[in-house]
Nanobody, 118 residues
Framework: QVRLVESGGGLVQAGGSLRLSCAASASIFSGNAMGWYRQAPGKQRELVATVSSGGGNTNYADSVKGRFTISRDNAKNMVYLQMNSLEPEDTAVYYC???????????WGQGTQVTVSS
């Protein structure tokens, strides 16, 4: 069973913070790197951050480096995205999913909306 449920989005002023959470089914979470993606209106979906299966390695898009932190809790099958110093350009729907898993390429959860006002 494939389950990805994102939460934690909302409306925040520029400079503020949000913490996104993603609950995943164990079958697709365990042993896989996880990624957070986002899609802004009129733009293609982009990869924001990834975390390795053990949590020890992370990577970030240049646009969020130093402001966002990805982490995971393998005991709870959860992945998080702490977003600080938010900018209006961060406004998008945010999604999580396993990273680099071919058979899940077309699968996306419902996402969570993040809106940053200036």
């Amino acid at each position: 069973q494939v389950r990805l449920v994102e939460s934690g989005g909302g409306l925040v002023q520029a400079g503020g913070s949000l913490r996104l959470s993603c609950a995943a089914s164990a079958s697709i979470f365990s042993g896989n790197a996880m990624g957070w993606y986002r899609q802004a209106p009129g733009k293609q979906r982009e990869l924001v951050a990834t975390v390795s299966s053990g949590g020890g390695n992370t990577n970030y898009a240049d646009s969020v480096k130093g402001r966002f932190t990805i982490s995971r809790d393998n005991a709870k099958n959860m992945v998080y995205l702490q977003m600080n110093s938010l900018e209006p350009e961060d406004t998008a729907v945010y999604y999580c999913k396993p990273f680099g898993v071919g058979w899940l390429k077309a699968y996306w959860g419902q996402g969570t909306q993040v809106t940053v006002s200036s």
